[in-house]
């Protein structure tokens, strides 16, 4: 499995949709834009039109290189839905991206979701024998081809509930219909989905972000195992799978979500500034000031120094202009990609023990290279504080981060760890730290050890 670029993680798409909104897709590009952070590979918007037929437009790229007025002004009507995408089943054709278009005479829809199902190739499969085709190796095709084949008699509550009892997984899902919008999450509440009220009419979105930026005002969080119908006579909720666990992705408050978004109550940036409280109380360093790996580890890093009383500095600088999907070839092209998107700041490290704040490691050569910078550009020290447990185990659940050989922590002690970055130390937050900052008794904690909340049917 290759990987983009040797930073990290890679964001798991997201998803919009919009119910009797004026200017719905122009709405929806704003929205996408602020989800831009989940996914830049690709993205589209399928809208009602007003004569009832469904219109798409989906393009390579980031939301505004794909929409230009001209095509937002082909997607009129007050009801659509939206998708960024990052390829999360490591497969980035163009036909992968959403929503997908069902396109039958009498029932026409489109549907997008974002995270993975886990049981898809077995399901496919099972289909396939049947007769059914796929044109493309994404999720949302298999679940766009369950509800569409199981429309009998336009019952779409029936048609969304048989695919939702055969998929399992990790998902929140958008489908629009000619007259309805529904939005759904799967049994276990992975990947989060948020409904906003927008003058009449209703927005759902994966992070608040997006309804803050088109001035939605926040209802409520969709709930696990939860279908919402959102049409004419207002919102109606069933719920169609209940496991009575409530498995929101760890990661989703490390790395994945906006700092201003808020998920299930709980403000990104607080949990993350808390993280980095507890990892300080955990793991003190003996440094002379604290910086962050721009920027995804910001807020943790305000939490570390408010705590340790060490002047929070900007030790490392990133170059926003490098773009996040660069794929480089070998390992030297990858050093230097890492290179041109960080940089230490001689200035202020020159002579000093840093304790640099990272909210994961994956792979472990990003770090290295960030401490050889620092060392570089003068630092005595180097002592990385990590505001997550050691990650050790793949996700199943549509975030790519390679097979279990590829991760740094699979089997390695953090003594290891520490000798293959080349740093004076590094520490992790706990586990037990991690709920602690999140006030939740439950989340996905997988990648960190090995207990995935579903089958992962690995006999496909
Ligand atoms: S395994 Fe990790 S990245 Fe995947 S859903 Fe669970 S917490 Fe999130």
Redesign the pocket.
Known sequence: MAFPDNRQ?HEECGVVGFYEVDHAATHAFMALQSLQHRGQQGCGIAAVHPDGSLGLHKGAGLVKEVFKKETIDSLPGTSCIGHVRYPTTNVGGQENLQPFLYTSREHPFALAHNGNIVNAERVKSYLEKRGHLFHSTSDSELFADLVGSNLHGGDWHKAIAQAVRLLDG?YATVILTPHALFACRDRYG?RPLSLGRMGNGYVVASETCALDTVGATFVRDVEPGELLAIDARGVHSTFLARTGSH?M????YIYFARPDSVIEGCSVHAFRRRSGVLLQAEHPAPADLVTCVPESSMSAAIGFAEASGLPLEMGLIKNMYVARTFIQPTQSMRDVGVRMKLAAVPSIVRGKSVAVIDDSIVRGTTSRILVQMLRDAGATAVHMRIASPPYA?P?????D?GTRDQLLAADRTVEQIRDFIGADSVEYLSTHALLEASGRTQ??????DGN?PTDLYQDN
């Open positions: 993680w990790a992975f498995c992705c760890a990661m989703e185990w996700c199943f659940y549509g975030i981060t989340l996905c904690t997988a990648c960190f995935y």
